[in-house]
């Protein structure tokens, strides 16, 4: 069965700290998409990254980094030199299946909610 | 300001009331999505519509009626409701074709603000 973990409930850093969260995830599939959104207080999630099964390469975009690990079955994701503004929940999610077994279906994680302090 | 807007934003309402959601989504998108946010649980996934046809239903209970009129609009009826349907309702829609063969659920789906609403 797919799941999606996330076992940091809260994370609270003072302003420029570096901060990783954490992601695990369980599919059966060899083919699968896994995604990091945000969660400002406003509510709307916000797209951040998608990654592939078959793209191991770790992603840096500005403050916010990736790492994908088939082996241990993680997605963590790092920001560094962290800012108040990065203050909202962070969801993990998986979508797995391919073709005509893929109902577009998003298993997210808890979410953890990250608090910078100024 | 997201491409998929939501109304109302906020919704009180009885037990024996009937209401609606509204979710309108300007990005040209085939996929639409209901979530529902309750504290302390994941997002879970209610139903999902493609090219206004229903491809998936996650067990949800009758009493939330979805309605998808064209790919660009997508309803969520209420009615009879519990105290523990009050949540955070999000509506979003992705690019994927999910009639395809080789469709991927790959596209990331963009959300609205969503309707937070409480069951008196």
């Known amino acids: 069965a797919q799941k999606v973990t996330q076992a940091q409930t809260e994370i609270s850093v003072v302003e420029k700290e570096d901060v990783t969260l954490d992601c695990v995830y369980e599919t059966r599939d060899t083919t699968y998409y896994l995604f990091w959104y945000k969660q400002p207080p406003s509510g709307e999630l916000v797209f951040l990254i998608r990654?592939?099964?078959?793209?191991?390469q770790n992603e840096i975009s500005g403050r916010y980094s990736w790492n994908f690990q088939k082996s241990t079955s993680s997605f963590n994701f790092t920001i560094t030199a962290s800012q108040v503004v990065d203050s909202a929940v962070y969801f993990c999610?998986?979508?797995?299946?391919?073709?005509?077994?893929?109902?577009?279906?998003?298993?997210f994680g808890q979410g953890t909610t990250l608090q910078v302090k100024p | 300001e997201t491409g998929v807007t939501q109304t109302p934003r906020h919704l009180v309402m009885g037990m024996t009331n009937k209401k609606s959601l509204k979710c309108e989504q300007h990005l040209g998108h085939n996929a639409m999505y209901w979530y529902k946010q309750s504290a302390k649980k994941p997002l879970e996934l209610m139903f999902v519509?493609?090219?206004?046809?229903?491809?998936e239903n996650n067990s949800v209970p009758s009493r939330f009626s979805p309605e998808c009129p064209n790919s660009s609009h997508l309803f969520l009826h209420l009615h009879t409701l519990q105290p523990e349907d009050s949540a955070l309702y999000l509506c979003?829609?992705?690019?994927?074709?999910?009639?395809?063969?080789?469709?991927?659920?790959?596209?990331?789906?963009?959300f609205g603000d969503g309707t937070r609403l409480s069951i008196l």
């Open positions: 979003a829609s992705s690019q994927d074709d999910l009639r395809l063969l080789d469709a991927r659920g790959d596209q990331p789906q963009h």
């Open positions: 990654r592939n099964s078959f793209d191991e």
């Open positions: 519509y493609n090219f206004k046809e229903q491809t």
């Open positions: 999610a998986l979508s797995e299946g391919h073709g005509s077994s893929n109902t577009g279906k998003l298993i």
